[in-house]
């Protein structure tokens, strides 16, 4: 079944901002403390699609082994490569968490490694952060700024760890007319727990593409949250996902509009196969009473490829400045095309050489916006490889 919505439209550390009256993103609490964030019972709008007990021990700081997570950089002549005590006056000043597992992050890790590409300078090759030796309960923080006038891509990949738990911020900071790609993918082992909380800065000028890429791993949980700091900010956030038999992925965006002239666009797309494979997608998009001419599209297409496969996928827009250029959301969730693949049949294409076609055509349009060649190329065989796990494609 096939379900769409859609609208169309002529910091501070330690801040909590919470309201009484009708339930709104604006609303949502934001705080370093970690008494402020009460461990959750899953009845609230933020828990309500996530198996508690398959990561509760994400929840408490007494559940972490010492040390940190660790992390290896790979990076050019000119970009700056830190680790740092918890008490650097950088930490901590993109946003503030939002729920139990980010405020729970913010408390236990001990040193941070930082990233800065200097204002000004072009970095040509990829910078490439890995992380893949996670062992027990671990929580991590990485800070990545991006200085004014200067441009990078950033690949940040998750692999290996079985029987792993990583608690992890990704605090990103682009600068005024800054173009930069940063790419988070998740290939963890099936055993593998992760949450991450993405909070990213955009500059005036700036232009940021985002992308998330989920294909491994028992639960993975990853909340982006996005603070535009000035005019003519362009974000793009791409996503990518594919969920196989008990798998939970979950994906969560909040593009938060509060800077006039600003453009942002949001599309994932996730695959499902097996009994009790799981996807979460919330798309939540404020645009507040500042923002004039803002201009925003998020989107959300599930295909399911199997019976036992569920998809949950929430969008949601709120308004409050008449004064923009347009704004809308989409969402849908259905099976195979029985004419797309009866067309191919009828041309000699065997069934199972259809299906193929029909996902990687799905996965596709996607795929080639994100503009790197070594990713693109390693995303179509990681879909490929998807494919052949299910005996029904």
Partial sequence: MTTEYAMLTPHSHGAVKKKSGHASRADRLSSFDLDAIPVPNGREEDWRFTPLRRIDKLFETSNYAQGDAPLRVEATEGVLVETVNRHDPRLGTVLAPADRTSVVAWN?????????????????????IEIDSVEGVRAQHLRIEVGELAEATIILTHRGSAEAALNQTVEFSAGDASKVTLVSIQEWDDTTLHASNHRLSLGKDTTLTHIVVTFGG?????????????????????GLYFVDAGQHLEHRVFVDHSQANCYSRVT??????????????????????????TDTYELNRNLVLTEGAKADSVPNLEIENGEIKGAGHASATGRFDDEQLFYLMSRGVSEADARRLVVRGFFAELINQIGVPEVVDHLMESVEAELVKSRTI
């Fill in 218 to 238: 028992d639960l993975v949980r990853i909340s982006s949250d996005t603070d535009f700091r000035g005019t003519g900010g362009e974000l793009t956030m791409l």
């Fill in 268 to 293: 994932y797309k996730g695959a499902l196969q097996g009994e009790g494979a799981h996807s979460v997608w919330i798309g939540d998009c404020l645009i507040r009473e500042t923002a004039d001419d």
């Fill in 108 to 128: 236990t890790y001990d040193t941070a490694t930082v990233v800065t590409v200097p204002k000004g300078v072009v970095v040509s090759d990829p910078i490439r």
